[in-house]
C-alpha cells in the first residue's frame, strides 16, 4: 500500500513575510527519523503560535539530516516566538522536545529569511526531490546579483532543464545568506544537472561567481506538513 504524498510549502505564498529554515545532522537514518517525529510532534501539541502559517519537515535522501522550513505572517510574530519564556512553548521548548529523543543531534541555528526571486520552470509536475543549500556571500549585493543570475540563465536556456521545476532564492536579513530551495522531479535529475551544466553565456557568468561559501546542501523527501488552524481547532497535518 503506497503512502500518500506529503504537502510541499508553496514557498512564494502572499501570506508568509519570513520564514525560518532549522537543520539537525544524525548519526544513523533511525534517528534522522526519530528526529522528524519529534520536531512534528512538538509543533502538533503546542499551542499554535499565532502568525505561524506553516511547518514543513524534509529529511535527507542521504539519512543524516532533518530539515524544519517554517513560515511566518511577518518578523514581529516571529519575534514573539522567539523570546517566549523557557516556560512556555516557543523555540526553547520545541528543541526541548527534540533533543529528548537525540540528544546528540546537531543543531544548526536557525535561518531566518525571506523570499527574493523565484524562478519557476515546470508547475504541472509534481516533484520527487528537494534540494535545500545555503550559501554565504562577502556582500549582499553580490549575494542578490548570482540568484537573479541563476533565474535569468534558467530563464534563456533553449530548452528547460529537465526534471527542473523551480528554484527559490531567500535571503538573510543582512543579505549575505542564501537559502537555495529548488524542486526536481526526481535525485537523478538534480544528479544530472550537477554532472552535465548547461554550456550557455548566462550559465558561464553565474560560474564567475567568487566570494561566495557553498554550505551544507541536501537532497530531500518530504516527510510531514503542519499548517495552520482554523480558529477552535488543533493544527492540522496535510496530505
Known amino acids: 500500500m503506497s503512502t500518500p504524498p506529503v504537502a510541499l510549502p508553496v514557498i512564494h505564498r502572499d501570506d508568509s513575510g519570513v520564514a525560518v529554515l532549522n537543520r539537525w545532522v544524525t548519526a544513523t537514518p533511525d534517528r534522522q527519523r526519530a528526529v522528524a517525529d519529534a520536531s512534528l ?9 499565532q502568525g505561524l502559517r506553516a511547518v514543513s519537515c524534509f529529511i535527507s535522501t542521504n539519512g543524516d539530516t532533518v530539515f524544519t522550513y517554517e513560515q511566518w505572517s511577518g518578523e514581529r510574530e516571529l519575534r514573539t516566538f522567539e523570546t517566549a519564556a523557557a516556560s512556555a512553548p516557543g523555540r ?29 520552470t515546470d508547475a504541472e509536475r509534481t516533484p520527487g526531490c528537494v534540494v535545500i ?46 537559502l537555495n530551495y529548488s524542486e ?46 482554523l480558529p477552535g481547532t488543533a493544527a492540522s497535518e496535510t496530505p
Open 92 to 120: 526553547e521548548g520545541i528543541n526541548r522536545e527534540i533533543a529528548a529523543v537525540d540528544d546528540k543531534a546537531e543543531q544548526s541555528d536557525p535561518f531566518v529569511c525571506r523570499l527574493h526571486r523565484s524562478s519557476i
Open 133 to 178: 543549500t545555503t550559501f554565504g556571500f562577502e556582500e549582499a549585493d553580490t549575494a542578490r546579483a548570482w540568484s537573479d543570475a541563476i533565474c535569468d540563465a534558467e530563464a534563456a536556456q533553449p530548452q528547460p532543464t529537465p526534471g527542473g521545476i523551480s528554484r527559490h532564492f531567500l535571503l538573510s536579513p543582512d543579505g549575505t545568506q542564501v
Open 184 to 229: 526536481w522531479l526526481d535525485e537523478e535529475s538534480h544528479r544530472k544537472f550537477l554532472e552535465n551544466p548547461a554550456q550557455t553565456p548566462e550559465w558561464q557568468r553565474v560560474e564567475e561567481f567568487t566570494g561566495l561559501t557553498h554550505g551544507p546542501g541536501r537532497r530531500c523527501r518530504p516527510y510531514g506538513a503542519l499548517a495552520s488552524p
Open 41 to 49: 510532534a512538538a509543533w502538533a501539541k503546542a499551542p499554535w503560535p
